[in-house]
């Protein structure tokens, strides 16, 4: 089975401060994606970022990076300049490997909010 | 490109009635999955169908049933809905090409 923690259920930061998510992650499976969604208050809910469990580098996109430690099994999300339409909640997931299914499970969520 | 719809927007349902929500995928992806988000939690997987067969299942009961038309849409149908049914019903699509999965703006359903 696979389990993702996110121990801060909210989150505040100044405007064009950096702010780092965390997420843990318990699994068996040796081979594994994670990712971190966006969902502001209207629902839906947007990708953002993925990191392979084989990929040798960190993922990047935009102001998103994801900081993937394997052997401590954490992906935290780093936020550079946070930006005021940051404010939402965050959720960590995590999929097996193709093989397993398209199964995505869900962490608990960090609300972040971002100060003027 | 159009992103997944769903439809409708919001339902209003009593107990022990049926209801049926909708879900087009993002054109080109073959794989739709069901996800309910009960308010306060992280969305809890239901179905996975691609190419109209059901791939996977989450810890649902067999009330939550869904099923793939030719065209990759979805439906995703509950009967003798209980209270505990209210949620937020997001559908995902997915190429098979890659992992990621895309999320619709989802179906609010509340059970009176």
């Known amino acids: 089975a696979q389990k993702i923690t996110q121990t801060q259920p909210g989150m505040f930061v100044q405007e064009k401060e950096a702010v780092t998510l965390d997420c843990t992650y318990d699994?068996?499976?040796?081979?594994?994606?994670l990712f971190w969604y966006k969902q502001p208050s209207s629902g839906e809910m947007i990708f953002l970022i993925y990191?392979?469990?084989?990929?040798?580098q960190n993922a990047t996109e935009g102001r998103y990076s994801l900081n993937f430690q394997k052997a401590r099994k954490s992906a935290n999300l780093v936020i550079s300049a946070s930006q005021l339409g940051d404010s939402a909640m965050y959720f960590c997931?995590?999929?097996?490997?193709?093989?397993?299914?398209?199964?995505?499970?869900f962490g608990t969520g960090t609300q972040l909010k971002v100060e003027l | 490109d159009a992103g997944v719809t769903q439809s409708p927007t919001h339902l209003i349902k009593t107990r022990g009635q049926h209801v049926t929500l909708r879900c087009s995928p993002i054109s080109g992806h073959k794989s739709v999955s069901w996800y309910q988000q009960v308010l306060g939690q992280g969305p809890q997987f239901i179905f996975q169908?691609?190419?109209?067969?059901?791939?996977g299942r989450g810890n649902f009961p067999d009330r939550f049933s869904a099923r793939q038309f030719p065209n990759y849409s979805s439906e995703l149908n509950v009967n003798a809905l209980l209270l505990g049914d209210s949620a937020l019903y997001l559908c995902a699509s997915s190429s098979q090409y890659t992992d990621t999965q895309y999320f619709g703006p989802g179906t609010r359903l509340t059970v009176l």
């Open positions: 169908y691609y190419e109209k067969e059901e791939r």
């Open positions: 990191q392979g469990s084989y990929d040798q």
């Open positions: 699994t068996s499976d040796p081979s594994y994606g």
């Open positions: 997931a995590m999929r097996p490997s193709r093989g397993g299914g398209n199964k995505l499970t």
